[in-house]
């Protein structure tokens, strides 16, 4: 009985061992949305955020907001604002045309803002 043990337990250990030694390893992929802001250059990027006060502030006060308001998406509340010379621009996705005009209009609302550009895409 005990030699009918041992001879089950080989293959189950075979088994396992080479289960182990098969695992994939995957490397993550970097994200990289080059080719997305490709389509518009002349846009403004986070880079181009200016650093002065009144910048820094109207970006702060869009983005809160945005954020404050419970009817938008993650992705909405998470749009890259850049505030340049009180010219706003506004990238990345929304949930729908909806979205769109409720972020876009939030911009154009705040105080200090003289012109939003908007370059949001519905998903």
């Known amino acids: ?12 250990l075979l088994l396992t061992v080479a289960a182990c030694g ?3 390893t995957t ?5 990289d ?3 997305r802001n490709a389509d518009s250059p002349a ?6 955020q200016g650093e002065n006060e009144a910048d820094l502030q109207i970006s702060a006060n869009i983005r809160k907001a945005i954020v404050a308001d ?14 340049s010379g009180g010219v706003v621009t506004l990238r990345g996705p929304v949930k729908s045309q909806q979205e769109k005009a409720a972020v876009e209009a ?18």
């Open 22 to 24: 098969t695992q994939k």
């Open 1 to 12: 009985m005990l030699k009918k043990i041992r001879l089950l337990m080989v293959p189950i």
């Open 70 to 83: 419970d009817s938008l998406s993650a992705n909405a509340h998470n749009v890259k604002i850049i505030t």
């Open 106 to 123: 939030i911009a154009k609302t705040a105080g200090g803002v003289t012109q939003v550009d908007s370059f949001l895409e519905v998903e």
């Open 43 to 48: 846009a403004q990027t986070p880079l181009d």
């Open 27 to 31: 490397t993550p992929v970097q994200a």
């Open 33 to 35: 949305n080059t080719a």
